[in-house]
């Protein structure tokens, strides 16, 4: 494990506001910040906003305000979303603040300087009204705008062009050394044959035909091409090519540094192809891995503000709590496959893992501790083979977590922990407490309230980066003091005798399916 890890997740455009979808990915890339955090390793995690472009320009004008107006509002409301999440970002970036128009533009300068970029002609089918070339897939066999619908003309305009062969060998050698580059490893190949191997034609980087963009310095009838703009957010926000560039130091010139990029499948090609290529063209060292998520849908269908079947997380958040759902989003589906929300899933969800094993497991614990030890944790004394085969799958779930969790499998790393918690509430249904209670043998009976106190606190320090609100609360009716809550105390079997448990209210009530299916149901839109 590299002793750093820097970790961004796309940056958004504020041109809607954000839905379950974009907090998906964020909240992902929240969990792994926070497991390197508790496994101490020095963490920086990067989000933002794309806020530039001509869709970001006309949704403006349609508002009757700015587009600095407008992506004023939207990215206000991404942060607030951010904030309810509990995302721990230790930087937001907007790609309209200075401190990356001004990077942006000397990255362009160099570009032109080191020959990358030249000035050239593009050419396709443009539809006047809408300002806006199309290809020929787009316009079809009726040559019609895909937009407006109304008849396009072939047409050319000036513009810059990035050298997209100049790179490749670099391109193909990285991919090669390094097989988990792409992650998941399937997403290689698409990249490869969809793309890479049909040729890549040269990129074009500037627009001349709208303005809400950052401007050439040596033409400033163009502005630069979004993503241009918008893939160097993972180094400008670090102070590249800045007065003070100690984080760039620190998390991106560092070999020690390991540097992952989460984006979604509809993305990946830009991450995969044009980012290395500019940062080839920088002389700057390439990130470890760029993982691609899949998207999650609404009920089986696309979610789409405007066909209205988006869900906010805010509600459900005010409903449920945050935990559920920063869980659904961990645990429903494997990180890397495509997924979906539904609200009976999400119900189902909750009560599976949070009511039914997790929260099941530490409410008859603290009401078996409270009723036969007045409260107070037993010492392990003499412990038997059940305990012994406990720690056993204690210590092997803690590295199979940690392993996979390494390798970006958090869905995996919580099944585990999930698979632990199954066995520790079937050991009390094999030890029966309430037996060993009525005949009097105390020794055997606190070994099982040790064993059982051990597993739900290990459980909660793994679960902690995605219980972000309820980890604290399992602590505190423990009365688990600080020393005790940090990771490196977790190879500890049973060090928690003599803390004084509290009941408290279910941490995780068990949902009607039905009642929560409807109030779901009745808040997508
Ligand atoms: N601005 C660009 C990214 C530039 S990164 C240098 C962009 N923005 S976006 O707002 O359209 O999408 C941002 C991310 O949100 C993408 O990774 C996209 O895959 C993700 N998602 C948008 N809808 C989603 C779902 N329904 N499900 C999962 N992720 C989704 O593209």
């Known amino acids: 494990m590299k002793k750093k890890f820097y970790i961004t997740t796309p940056i958004y455009y504020p041109s809607a506001e954000a839905h379950i979808g974009h907090a998906y990915c964020t909240t992902m890339c929240d969990i792994l910040a926070r ?85 050239g002609k593009y050419e396709g089918w443009y539809c006047t009204p809408c300002e806006s070339f199309w290809t020929e897939t787009q316009v079809g066999e009726e040559h019609l705008c895909p937009d407006c619908h109304r008849p396009v003309h072939r047409d050319s305009e000036e513009a810059y062009f990035f050298k997209m062969q100049k790179y490749l060998p670099d391109l193909m050698k990285l991919m090669d050394e390094n097989p988990k580059f792409i992650l998941p490893i399937s997403r290689k190949n ?201 720690r056993v799958l204690t210590e092997k779930t803690i590295s199979q977590y940690e392993a996979l969790m390494d390798d970006l499998k958090p869905t995996e790393a919580l099944e585990c922990v999930m698979e632990l918690l199954n066995v520790a509430n079937k050991y009390i249904e094999e030890t029966q407490p309430w037996v060993l209670a009525k005949e009097g043998k105390t020794e055997e009976l606190g070994n099982v309230m040790a064993v059982l106190t051990n597993t739900i606190l290990v459980s909660t320090k793994l679960l902690s980066p995605v219980l972000v609100e309820s980890a604290p609360k399992v602590y505190s009716s423990f009365g688990v003091p600080e020393e005790l809550q940090k990771y490196e105390t977790i190879h500890q079997f049973c060090p928690y005798a003599k803390l004084k448990v509290e009941k408290g209210a279910a941490l995780f009530p068990r949902l009607d399916v039905k009642v929560e299916t409807e109030y779901i149901d009745s808040i997508s839109k």
């Open 35 to 119: 497991y390197k955090r508790m496994r101490g390793v020095e963490t920086y995690f990067l989000t933002g906003t794309d806020e530039h472009g001509q869709k970001i320009q006309t949704k403006a004008a349609e508002k009757g305000v700015t587009p600095q107006e407008y992506v004023d509002e939207i990215a206000a409301k991404f942060q607030d979303l951010w904030k309810a999440m509990r995302i721990s970002n230790d930087d937001f970036i907007r790609t309209t603040q200075e401190r990356h128009v001004r990077v942006v533009q000397d990255i362009f300068t160099h570009f032109l300087k080191n020959d990358d970029i030249y000035l």
């Open 190 to 390: 698409e990249m490869m044959n969809t793309f890479i191997n049909k040729g890549l034609d040269d990129l074009c980087v500037s627009r001349t035909s709208f303005d809400w963009g950052i401007q050439i310095r040596e033409n400033p009838k163009h502005v630069i091409y979004v993503w241009l703009d918008a893939l160097t957010n993972y180094i400008t926000a670090l102070g590249y090519d800045s007065k003070d560039d100690s984080l760039f130091k620190k998390f991106w010139e560092d070999p020690d540094c390991e540097i992952v990029h989460i984006v979604g499948a509809d993305i990946s090609r830009f991450h995969v192809i044009y980012w290395p290529m500019f940062l080839k063209g920088l002389g700057l060292r390439m990130p470890d891995r760029v993982f691609v998520h899949g998207l999650l849908d609404l009920n089986g269908e696309k979610m789409s503000k405007s066909r209205g079947n988006v869900v906010s997380p805010i509600p459900l958040i005010e409903r449920y709590g945050v935990d559920p759902v920063r869980w659904f989003l961990a645990k429903e589906f494997s990180f890397g496959t495509n997924g979906r929300f539904s609200s009976e899933l999400f119900a189902e969800r909750t009560n599976t893992d949070l009511a039914n094993n997790y929260g099941n497991l530490i409410s008859r614990t603290v009401s078996m501790i409270s009723k036969y030890f007045e409260g107070v944790v037993p010492e392990l004394k003499n412990p038997g083979e059940k305990e012994e085969n406990i």
